[in-house]
Every structure is written in structure tokens, then in C-alpha cells.
């Protein structure tokens, strides 16, 4: 199966950026929570998403921020596009797309299983990523713990993934699309060009 979407997160420099646009990324992630080795600011992105063409997807990555620091932090950056990653309201996504911004919202697997159905049918509208427990942190999740299915609309796999497992797991799993980290690292943090490259190959088969 190939991945008809590939977002790369986690980049700093500009050196990464240009590489994975020429490997041929959908989608460039920037992290904007705090806490992370891969955390970067507003200032950094806009010169970096300067480097971009239209049609690829940046996207700025946020966790449990208020939503008017989101948007402040996203437009001085230049994303086109907010990744939610904490317990934010799909009112906050509206908000987020009445302000021009493509969205993506990150559950990790145990809290997409706990959603009810009613749940699921409103969040199954959005784009969508499921994720491992803990983000960016190279860790598989357990498929079969997702009772009640797949979600039904577009949705990406992350966690854990690097050029080795990729193929794999999306022949088992059937997402739309990938985003990968830790798995295209030399060291935590730290991207590798090379590693890039081969897990944009090996996921689009
Ligand atoms: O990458 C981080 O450090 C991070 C920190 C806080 C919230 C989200 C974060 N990353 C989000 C991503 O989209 C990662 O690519 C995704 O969790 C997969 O990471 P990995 O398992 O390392 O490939």
C-alpha cells in the first residue's frame, strides 16, 4: 500500500527543510509545545517555511496552548496548517479554520478508543492523526487495542514508525497517510537527511 500522504515533523533547519521537500513530502511539521528537544519558535519557522513551496503542507504542532496563542504563534510563523495535539474542543478547531488555518488533530490510541459513538461520528469529520500515548517519542502503539474500528474519514498513523516498519504497517492498518519523528533521527532531536529520504521511499512503496 502506498501512503498518499507524508508528513515529516519535527524539523529545524533549513538544510532539513529543503531535503524534504526534494524527497518529496507532503507535509513539514514544526513543534511549537513546549517541553520537547524538537520545540522551535515562531521567529526560526517563518524563515523556514519561507522555503517551501505551495501545495506542501506546514504545519505547526501544539499542545494544550490557549487557542489565541496557537494563532498567533501560527500566523507569525506562516503555517498553513495546526496540529492539536492536547484535549482541545472541536469549537477550538472551528475556531481555527474560521482563521484561515488547515487542521489536524492528534489523539493517541487510548483516548480515540474511549471516545462513545457520538463522539466519534463529530471527530471522524476532521482530519485526523493517531498517535502512540506519549508524542515524538518513537514508541508503536497497540493496534488491536482500537475497538470499534478505524475512523472513517482521513486519518494518518504516527508513532513508532521509521523505513523499516512503514510498508508494513500500513498494509496492515489502511491509513491515509504517515507522519513520522523519532524514526527519521540519528540521535533524539536531531534529523538525518538520509533516514528522511528512505522513509519517504519505503511509504510510498
Ligand atoms: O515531536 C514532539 O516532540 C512532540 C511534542 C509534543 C507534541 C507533539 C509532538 N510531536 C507530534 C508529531 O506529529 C510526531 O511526529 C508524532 O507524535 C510521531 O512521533 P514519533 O513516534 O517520534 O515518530
Known amino acids: 500500500m502506498n501512503a498518499r500522504y507524508v508528513k515529516i515533523c519535527g524539523l529545524q533547519t533549513a538544510e532539513t527543510v ?13 513543534v511549537f509545545a513546549p517541553g520537547s528537544p524538537r520545540t522551535v519558535t515562531a521567529e ?5 517555511t519561507a522555503l517551501v513551496p505551495s501545495g ?10 490557549p487557542i489565541a496563542e496557537v494563532m498567533a504563534i501560527a500566523a507569525a510563523a506562516k503555517v498553513s496548517t495546526v496540529q492539536l495535539h492536547g484535549n482541545e474542543s472541536l469549537t477550538e478547531m472551528q475556531q481555527l479554520k474560521d482563521a484561515g488555518f488547515q487542521t489536524l488533530r492528534a489523539f493517541s490510541i487510548d483516548a480515540y478508543a474511549a471516545l462513545s459513538t457520538a463522539e466519534r461520528k463529530q471527530w471522524d469529520q476532521e ?73 519517504i521511499r519505503a511509504a510510498r512503496g
Do not use: C, Y
Open 18 to 30: 529543503t531535503a524534504t521537500v526534494a524527497a518529496g513530502a507532503d507535509a513539514l511539521g514544526f
Open 44 to 48: 526560526t519557522v517563518a524563515t523556514l
Open 56 to 65: 506542501i503542507e506546514t504545519v505547526g504542532v501544539f499542545r494544550n496552548q
Open 127 to 199: 482530519r485526523l492523526l493517531l498517535d502512540a500515548v506519549e508524542p515524538g517519542a518513537g514508541v508503536t502503539f497497540d493496534a488491536s487495542t482500537l475497538t470499534g474500528g478505524w475512523p472513517s474519514g482521513f486519518w494518518l498513523l504516527a508513532g513508532g514508525l521509521n523505513p523499516e516498519n512503514v510498508a508494513e504497517l500500513m498494509t496492515e492498518l489502511h491509513p491515509h497517510g504517515v507522519d513520522v519523528s523519532s524514526g527519521v533521527e540519528s540521535t533524539r532531536g536531531i534529523k538525518d537527511i538520509a533516514l528522511i529520504q528512505d522513509f
